[in-house]
């Protein structure tokens, strides 16, 4: 069952849980601050693929494939999938999941895809829809400045607000809630989802709205996004009736270095001081030294930051409630040409680890 709460957040009567998780990364990725805590860093970005989309979806397909292998599962044991990419029309995710025989959602929401779908995807599995699924989210740096930018040889200056599109990909299993026992025992008793002690559940959901403030400058998506991911976490707060202090972690994907701050900007102006419990997957995933400029940025971005190092913490029991909110440039080549201004969205889920 799935209950209304406020204005527009979901909660989840009986939380779906997440079986597994799987995170696969590029070489620059990997050298940065989060080093040794992705399952899988590529040291060949072209993934030995003919076409940098191909080799992102070589890299999707891998942390898929991880994180099946990490649930004890097969693609057949699947309902559905959810993926999504930057690319048009999805190519890389729907490449990625062409020969898996399974029901495929193909998401867009840009930076905020990982966070669509595992909304997306817990209501599904909440309401009754699927017993089990993966959401799944990428991005190629390579793949991306192709199509939104220039030509790799071009070697053109990128502005100081500019962010770094991640070599990325991340990827969870959804199954359902404790309280249906005959699902939970099959499961246990094929040894499926289990990363370890405890459980970790989606318990709410919160979809955005688009939000759009003037903005046309593409190198400054950080600004774009911003005041979406205000809307969504002031209103997530006063649905739930909750204070920064009552979570572990809120961390949005990807605001990068000059969206983050606006962002504690606007919320400090309604006297929500959200700094000492919060981060930026955009500003997480790359070291000064790596000259990211405003951060990192990408479907891949806050995907493989959330299903590596923030879940491995979680696991672990040093994250109990954590907030993740995805964050979205809504924008394309041709909008952006034409001058059009650039929305932004956020969605967000509440993850909560139960149990010893």
């Known amino acids: 069952m799935i209950e209304h709460i406020g204005r527009r957040t979901l909660r989840f009567t009986d939380p779906p849980r997440i079986l597994s998780h799987a995170a696969a990364v590029g070489k620059k990725e990997g050298e940065g601050p989060l080093s040794g805590r992705f399952d899988f860093v590529t040291q060949d970005d072209r993934m030995g693929q003919k076409s940098w989309e191909l080799a992102e979806s070589e890299l999707q397909k891998t942390a898929i494939r991880t994180a099946l292998q990490k649930a004890g599962m097969q693609k057949s044991d699947l309902d559905m999938i959810l993926a999504g990419d930057l690319l048009n029309q999805c190519t890389g995710s729907f490449l990625a999941s ?27 599995v909440g309401g009754g829809a699927a017993q089990r699924l993966l959401a799944a989210a990428s991005s190629h740096f390579c793949s991306a400045e192709r199509q939104y930018r220039f030509p790799l040889a071009y070697g053109g200056q990128r502005t100081p607000t500019a962010q770094w599109t991640a070599t ?13 026992p005959s699902r939970a025992k099959r499961d246990n008793a094929a040894g499926l989802g289990k990363q370890g002690d405890g459980h970790i559940c989606i318990t709410h959901a919160l979809f955005g709205k688009m939000v759009e403030m003037g903005v046309t400058d593409a190198n400054n998506m950080g600004a774009a996004m911003a005041p979406a991911a205000y809307n969504t976490l002031s209103t997530l707060l006063a649905d739930l009736g909750a204070q920064p202090k009552d979570f572990d972690c809120i961390v949005t994907g990807d605001l990068g270095h000059v969206g983050a701050d606006l962002l504690l900007t606007l919320l400090r102006e309604d006297r929500i001081d959200l700094s000492p419990v919060y981060s930026d997957c ?29 879940l491995r913490d979680m696991q672990a029991g040093k994250i109990k409630r954590l907030v993740f909110a995805g964050t979205g440039a809504m924008m394309s080549p041709t909008s952006v040409q034409q001058g059009q201004p650039i929305a932004g969205i956020c969605h967000a889920v509440v993850i909560e680890r139960s149990g010893a």
């Open 98 to 124: 062409m020969q898996s025989d399974v029901p495929y959602l193909g998401q867009y929401g840009a930076c905020s895809t990982m966070a669509q779908g595992l909304a997306l995807g817990a209501c599904l």
């Open 282 to 310: 955009g500003s997480l995933l790359f070291g000064d030294e790596q000259d990211a400029h405003a951060g990192g940025s990408g479907c891949g971005c806050s995907a493989a930051v959330l299903c590596g190092p923030l």
């Open 168 to 180: 990325a990909a991340g990827a969870v299993v959804l199954g359902e809630g404790q309280s249906r």
